[in-house]
C-alpha cells in the first residue's frame, strides 16, 4: 500500500487524481493540501483530511508520495518541504524556473528522494514529444503551436517548453526564418526558444492539444497529440507513483522512465 498526499484536489487536475487514487487498489490516499477550506464531499464523507498547508499536512499524515498539482509558486515550496522530509513526489506542475529546478534536482539527489517532474503525463504526448526530437535531425526548421483551455496559467506549456528543449539536444542552433524579419504586430511570431517559434493558442472548449511542424524543401511534416480529457493524464500519474517508489533522485520527463526504444 502506498500513502499518498494530494497537492490540489479542487482542481482540474486534482480532482481527477484524487478519483484515481481512491479508485486503485494499492494507493492508499491519506490527506490532501489545498488553499480553500471548503470541504470536498468525496474526501470528507471518507474522513481524508485537507490541509491548507504542507507543513501541517506532513506533520500530520504519514506520506510516502505527494503528488502535486498545483500552481508553481505553491509547488515549490510544496515540493522543498516534502524532499526535507524525504517524501517522494510526483509532480504534474508546469511553470518552474531553470533555477527552480536545479534546486528541486539537488535537493531530491542529497536526500536520496525519488522526484518525478512529467510536464505531461499523457502517453500519447511523450510520444509526440519524443517523436518530435527523433525528426528535428532531419528538419531543423521547426514551429510549435500548443492549444489549451483559456484556464491555463503559464505559457509556453510546460509541455511546449521540455518539446523544445529535448529538440535543442540533438538540434544545432537555428535561427529560423527570413534575416530581416520584422513583427508588424509584436508577439506575431511567438515565443522564440533557440530560433524554434512556440505559438501558444487559449481557447474555451480546448482541453491540452499540440503540433509540432517541420518544414523542408518541398514537405511539411506534422506531429500532434491531443488530450480529450483529463483521464488521458491519469495512467502516466499511477505510473509514475509506482516508479518513485523505486527511484532516488531526480526524473524530468517521463520519456527518461518509459522504454521508448
Ligand atoms: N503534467 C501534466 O500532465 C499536466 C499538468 N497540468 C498542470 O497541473 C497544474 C494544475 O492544473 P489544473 O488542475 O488545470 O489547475 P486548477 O486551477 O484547476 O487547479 C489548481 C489547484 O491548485 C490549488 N492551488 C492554487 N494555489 C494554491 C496554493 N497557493 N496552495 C495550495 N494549493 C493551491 C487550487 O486550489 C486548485 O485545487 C498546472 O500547472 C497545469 O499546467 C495540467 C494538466 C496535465
Ligand atoms: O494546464 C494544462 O491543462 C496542461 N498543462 C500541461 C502543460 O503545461 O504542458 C500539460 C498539458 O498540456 C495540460
Redesign the pocket.
Known sequence: MINIVIAGPRGRMGSEAVNMVLDEPAFNLVGCIDRKEHQIPALAERGIPVYQSAEECFYAVQADVLIDLTVQEASYQHLLMALRKKIRCVVGT?GFTDEQLEKIKSLAEDTNTGCIIA??FAIGAILMMYFSKVAAKYFPDIEIIEK??DQ?I?AP????VKTAEMIRSVRESKQQGHPNEVEVLEGARGADSDGIHIHSVRLPGL??HQEVIFGGEGQLLSIKHD?MNRKSFMDGIKFSVNQVMNISGFVYGLENVLELE
Open positions: 508546469t510536464p505531461n489549451h483551455h491555463k503559464d506549456s510546460g509541455t511546449a482541453v491540452a488530450s
